[in-house]
């Protein structure tokens, strides 16, 4: 095997994440002073979960400090703000999140949010700017804060105080008409209604048309986002053929979902609606029937599907892929760094740092059964998860102890001596060495 230079992640600027949360979280005080007085504290109660929200991405480290990608990212906002007057003036930033799940989020306080899980699959930077106007048409036309607005309305309305004194009064199935009532009045701050998304898609044309990108990249990203839920991996065949060692076989059993009562998870029945609105992304083919009348009068053949720096976009869509690993891993996500880690190797299945994480993983995974905290890293086989991702689940579930350790050591015993020039490997082959022996 040829040496090849591994994947390093990108050193995190711990300083820079500090002063950046306490700046937002001036900013955030200080809009508490604009409140109205009437329902003020229904108001002050939503912003302050909206707030810990925010908080949260700074403290578990989420935002992507590498000056490069920022820059890059700041060029690709450049070009749409420059475009467009009407959002010159407006205090927003954009960064990209180390996040694998496929989306972007305007998540309050003029922050959006860029997904790694998400750039990586786009094909261009006319895609990626579609999504980043997206953002930006949430955060021009206020639906985060005009849906708190209407929710603390709804919720002080003479007609909902007289239901709540109504259902206090009433001597049996208080708890059946208060989960009613509160059903129809749930907020959540993380949520776009689908009406806001086709505002948004809307305008978010608009402001591509205005650009160099590509428009048609609207169409494109949204039939990419109607999929991309969609398993890519082959578990089963996957895990067969990584962990089918000649002194250690792989096991059927390792597989094998539980029945009954106490085992295995839900079956559930096609359900096309129940289907679309699991995905990360409901609607788009919805999205698309509406956007079309639009996307047909803008569209320019000579618009330019890359318009930065292309060779920029794809370095950072490939290390992308290895950021959301990392990033999964040290956040105690092993079982997502698993998934996302196996799909890789099936493309580059000599990368040092891909069969390296292989060997950690399974160190983790015994390391934590045998301090009895193995549910605190992964997740749990749910029919709300894609069927391969269950299964890898499944797999995890399965293995004993000893099966870790072994399957571990086997896997990285493959590539002794040949990775012996990576240190990180040397560690991890060292460690499964020691826990296959005891």
């Known amino acids: 095997m040829a040496q090849q230079t591994p994947f390093s992640p990108a050193a995190e600027d711990i300083s820079f994440l500090k002063n950046l949360s306490e700046k937002y979280e001036r900013q955030y005080k200080a809009g508490m002073a604009s409140f109205p007085s009437k329902n003020k504290e229904d108001f002050e109660k939503i912003y302050k979960q909206r707030w810990d929200n925010i908080k949260e991405k700074f403290d578990n480290k989420e935002i992507y400090t590498s000056t490069p990608?920022?820059?890059?990212?700041?060029?690709?906002?450049?070009?749409?703000v420059k475009a467009n007057p009407i959002l010159k003036g407006h205090n927003f930033h954009c960064y990209f999140?180390?996040?694998?799940?496929?989306n972007a989020s305007y998540i309050g306080e003029g922050i959006i949010l860029f997904n790694m899980g998400l750039f990586h699959r786009l094909d261009n930077e006319s895609e990626a700017g579609f999504i980043i106007c997206h953002e930006l048409a949430h955060f021009l036309l206020k639906h985060s804060e005009n849906a708190i607005g209407k929710y603390v309305a709804a919720i002080n309305s003479e007609e909902v105080q007289q239901e709540l004194h109504k259902i206090k009064g009433a001597e049996y199935r208080k708890r059946e008409q208060l989960e009613k009532l509160v059903k129809g009045l749930t907020f959540s701050t993380l949520r776009h209604s689908r009406d806001h998304e086709n505002e948004a898609d809307s305008?978010?044309?608009?402001l591509l048309h205005n650009t160099r990108?590509?428009?048609?990249?609207?169409?494109?990203?949204?039939?990419?986002?109607?999929?991309?839920?969609?398993?890519?991996?082959?578990?089963?065949?996957?895990?067969?053929?990584?962990?089918?060692?000649?002194?250690?076989?792989?096991?059927?059993?390792?597989?094998?979902?539980?029945?009954?009562?106490?085992?295995?998870?839900?079956?559930?029945?096609?359900?096309?609606?129940?289907?679309?609105?699991?995905?990360?992304?409901?609607?788009?083919?919805?999205?698309?029937?509406?956007?079309?009348?639009?996307?047909?009068?803008?569209?320019?053949?000579s618009s330019l599907k890359n318009v930065v720096d292309k060779s920029r976009f794809d370095e950072l869509k490939n290390a992308f892929r290895y950021e959301t690993i990392e990033y999964a891993f040290v956040s105690n996500s092993f079982t997502r760094s698993f998934y996302y880690t196996l799909e890789l190797l099936q493309k580059n299945p000599t990368d040092p740092y891909l069969i390296t994480q292989t060997g950690k993983l399974l160190?983790?995974?015994y390391a934590a059964q045998k301090a009895h905290t193995l549910s605190k890293v992964v997740d749990l086989p749910s029919p709300g998860?894609?069927?391969?991702?269950?299964?890898?689940?499944?797999?995890?579930?399965?293995?004993?102890?000893?099966?870790?350790?072994?399957?571990s050591y086997y896997f990285l015993n493959r590539y002794h001596p040949e990775l012996d020039y990576y240190e990180p490997y040397k560690k991890a082959f060292s460690t499964s060495s020691q826990i296959a022996q005891q």
Not at 69 to 80: G, K, R, S, T
Not at 271 to 284: A, F, G, M
């Open 69 to 80: 990608a920022q820059q890059y990212l700041d060029a690709l906002v450049d070009e749409i």
């Open 97 to 102: 999140s180390r996040s694998g799940i496929p």
């Open 203 to 206: 305008m978010a044309v608009e």
């Open 213 to 301: 990108f590509d428009v048609s990249a609207a169409l494109t990203t949204l039939e990419l986002l109607d999929t991309i839920d969609t398993d890519t991996l082959n578990t089963g065949s996957c895990l067969e053929s990584m962990f089918n060692a000649r002194n250690y076989p792989f096991k059927k059993r390792w597989i094998a979902k539980e029945e009954g009562l106490l085992g295995g998870h839900a079956h559930l029945t096609e359900d096309n609606k129940l289907k679309d609105s699991l995905k990360t992304h409901p609607d788009c083919k919805l999205r698309i029937k509406i956007l079309q009348p639009m996307l047909n009068r803008y569209y320019q053949p």
């Open 363 to 365: 160190n983790a995974f």
């Open 385 to 407: 998860y894609p069927s391969n991702y269950n299964l890898l689940l499944q797999f995890v579930q399965n293995l004993y102890l000893e099966d870790f350790a072994s399957v």
